[in-house]
């Protein structure tokens, strides 16, 4: 990698990051005079927004969730010249969502920002994804676990599709979003 490469992926990581950590969630309710982290779940995500404002805020809030991911790994995918600092960059923004220096560190559970990263290097994967959320979700009435589903099955055609550096990013991605689902998932195993 030339000066200026190493220059530019310090540049998009840093972008990526900060973009990522914009809390559209916390800012959007309280537009509406509603602090979003005491209502429903204390989530600042697009669910949670559209538990308490409705499907039309929530909707707003997770395509700009999205956005922050998408919008750093395509800029990425377009300037910088190996797949591998495509990953980082798309993973820094996700980090970057759920540990948000405009909220003390905390933030969401990473998913709408994961969503906007694939989407851009891997449409396809996404749409089975999206599939793969809407069955887990109407078997398990539990968003979390439909989350967790889709995630699961862009990891596994990143593999399947020798994807490399992006089945590595798309498997840290699953082991982190399990993290943030960790309180979710443990509520599901005690009232299983």
């Known amino acids: 990698m030339s000066e200026g490469e190493v220059g530019l992926t310090f540049v998009l990581v840093g972008f990526a990051y ?8 916390v800012w959007i309710a309280r537009m509406r005079g509603v602090e979003i982290q005491e209502h429903g779940s204390g989530n600042t995500g697009a669910t949670n927004v559209a538990r308490t404002l409705g499907l039309r805020i929530g909707g707003a809030v997770l395509v700009l969730d999205a956005a922050k991911g998408a919008l750093p790994t395509y800029l990425a995918l377009t300037y910088l010249p190996h797949p591998a600092l495509v990953a980082l960059v798309g993973f820094v923004a996700i980090l970057g969502h759920c540990l948000s220096p405009f909220l003390g560190g905390k933030g969401g559970k990473g998913v709408a920002t994961a969503l906007g990263v694939f989407l851009v290097i891997d449409p396809h994967a996404v749409g089975l ?45 699953f082991a982190w979003l399990v993290w943030t689902h960790r309180t979710n998932l443990a509520k599901l195993y005690a009232n299983r």
Request: charged share 10%.
């Open 129 to 173: 994804a999206v599939l793969a959320f809407v069955v887990g979700w109407r078997l398990t009435r539990v968003p979390a676990v439909g989350s967790l589903v889709g995630i699961a099955t862009i990891f596994v055609a990143q593999v399947a599709w020798d994807r490399g550096p992006y089945a590595v990013m798309a498997a840290a991605t």
């Open 18 to 25: 900060l973009l990522g950590a914009l809390p559209f969630g």
